[in-house]
Nanobody, 123 residues
Framework: QVHLVESGGGLVQAGDSLRLSCTAS????????IAWFRQAPGKERELVAA????????YYEVSVKGRFFTSRDNGERVVYLQMNNLKPEDTAIYYC????????????????WGQGTQVTVSS
């Protein structure tokens, strides 16, 4: 089991950057692939980015590719989502999620979810 906690959200202007963090206290953190999802008002939750357990492989949704980057430090039990050149359409609640099964994670059905952090981008 792992408890995930997001931080780093806030209100920024278009073109600005933010870095989200997803942390856990459990030593088993390194056993889990981690993904970032987001949900905008009136829209379904979508997968934004994901990183495998050792950080060797990652995935990005097409609309964020080249602007968002995810990385992890298993020693510090943290996964980051660096978001650059933010756009108003990036406004959403961002969730990190974890699962030992990559397919389950990518399908949006991970075992563990964080509570979410709000990102608001003004034009």
């Amino acid at each position: 089991q792992v408890h995930l906690v997001e931080s780093g959200g806030g209100l920024v202007q278009a073109g600005d950057s933010l870095r989200l963090s997803c942390t856990a206290s459990e030593r088993t953190f390194s056993d889990y692939h981690i993904a970032w999802f987001r949900q905008a008002p009136g829209k379904e939750r979508e997968l934004v980015a994901a990183i495998d357990w050792n950080g060797h492989n990652d995935y990005y949704e097409v609309s964020v590719k080249g602007r968002f980057f995810t990385s992890r430090d298993n020693g510090e039990r943290v996964v980051y989502l660096q978001m650059n050149n933010l756009k108003p359409e990036d406004t959403a609640i961002y969730y990190c999620a974890g699962d030992s099964n990559w397919g389950r994670l990518a399908a949006g059905k991970p075992d563990y979810w964080g509570q979410g952090t709000q990102v608001t981008v003004s034009s």
